[in-house]
């Protein structure tokens, strides 16, 4: 394994972050797929023996018990201080906001629950899970320093966003004197590099970590055409983001595959190792131990120029997809 820090932080992270949203009872959440406690210790025990201390998770995964399971593993195969812990934040609900709770008070109650979830005192980065158009982002920048302040949050970072919104979260955060984002979880992978435009070059210029999710495709870039698995078939919010564009995205998929091919390796380390080209540390999911494994050998794995310029060459530009299509509104409703 290989560590790094992540972005202007202390934080010394392995290139790999486990991905926990596999992880959770189905029956309290909206994936059907996840996996149970006893095959998620198993997976995350596996993850700690190869080296990976990034472990990546949030409040909404299953109600709260992928937090569950995360934090009791780590209790049992690991010292608290050796590992680095991420969890994320929704924003406040229609409820919420009826109700008259502020963002300063709707962070620290989501924070206060991850940590009773996690059985931990402190999280080591909390993610702004998505941009709340409801919320003025200094209220939500001040509630965040706040439980910097309070020690129950080491680092603050953001998800689901656009690059002039981290810019402008985070010259405000400079003005005011709060704690600043100091990572990105984006969507981004082989076949959706939209984050190219003008996110991967704010965070290069602002040493801004990118921690992508869905680094696979929903699994999509792992397996050859034709190939199915169980989140392949059931995954409906994957299928959203990735459908559409399945013809193509065919070119990409079959180049991952034969360069796997060449290499004797799996698909898995093909694209994770062009992701791992590009960015700090790709959030990898894992609901079988080949899954962390052959993620794990992808840091070991270095492309030619060559290699990365041919599976790049297919890729034509997206439409947004995901989380970024369903919470975007207008930029005139955003400025009023």
Excluded at 20 to 39: N, Y
Excluded at 123 to 146: C, F
Excluded at 300 to 327: F, I, K, R, W
């Amino acid at each position: 394994m290989q560590y790094t820090n992540l972005g202007n932080s202390e934080l010394r992270v392995s290139r790999i972050c486990m991905g926990c949203m596999g992880f959770g009872d189905a029956l309290r959440g909206q994936h059907s797929w996840t996996i149970d406690e006893e095959h998620s210790r198993t997976i995350i025990k596996r993850g700690l023996e190869l080296g990976i201390n990034f472990f990546d998770t949030a409040l909404a995964y299953q109600s709260g018990t992928s937090e569950q399971y995360l934090g009791r593993a780590l209790r049992d195969y690991a010292e608290r201080e050796k590992v680095v812990i991420a969890t994320k934040f929704l924003p406040r609900t229609r409820k919420d906001i009826e109700q008259g709770i502020t963002g300063q008070q709707h962070v620290k109650r989501m924070l206060d629950q991850s940590l009773e979830n996690l059985g931990m005192d402190y999280v080591d980065l909390y993610i702004y899970h998505m941009w709340d158009y409801q919320t003025p982002i200094h209220d939500i920048l001040e509630g965040l320093n706040q439980v910097v302040k309070e020690g129950k949050a080491r680092y603050i970072g953001i998800s689901n966003c656009y690059a002039y919104q981290l810019a402008k979260a985070n010259a405000l955060a400079e003005k005011e004197g709060f704690a600043k984002f100091i990572s990105i979880q984006g969507h981004y992978n082989l076949i959706f590099r939209e984050e190219e435009r003008e996110m991967a070059k704010l965070c290069a210029e602002d040493n801004i970590a990118m921690t992508p999710y869905s680094a696979l495709a929903g699994g999509r870039l792992a397996k050859q055409p034709g190939e199915t698995t169980r989140r392949l078939q059931e995954d409906q919010y994957a299928k959203f983001k990735y459908d559409a564009t399945a013809g193509q995205d065919a070119a990409i998929i079959s180049r991952v595959a034969e360069l796997a091919g060449r290499h004797g390796v799996s698909m898995t380390e093909i694209a994770l190792a062009w992701l791992l080209a590009k960015v700090t540390a790709p959030v990898a999911g894992a609901t079988k131990l080949n899954h962390v494994e052959d993620a794990v050998k992808a840091v070991e794995l270095t492309l030619t120029d060559t290699e990365l310029a041919y599976l790049e060459e297919p890729y034509v530009p997206h439409a947004l997809a995901g989380v970024m299509a369903q919470n975007t509104i207008p930029a005139a409703k955003e400025s009023r």
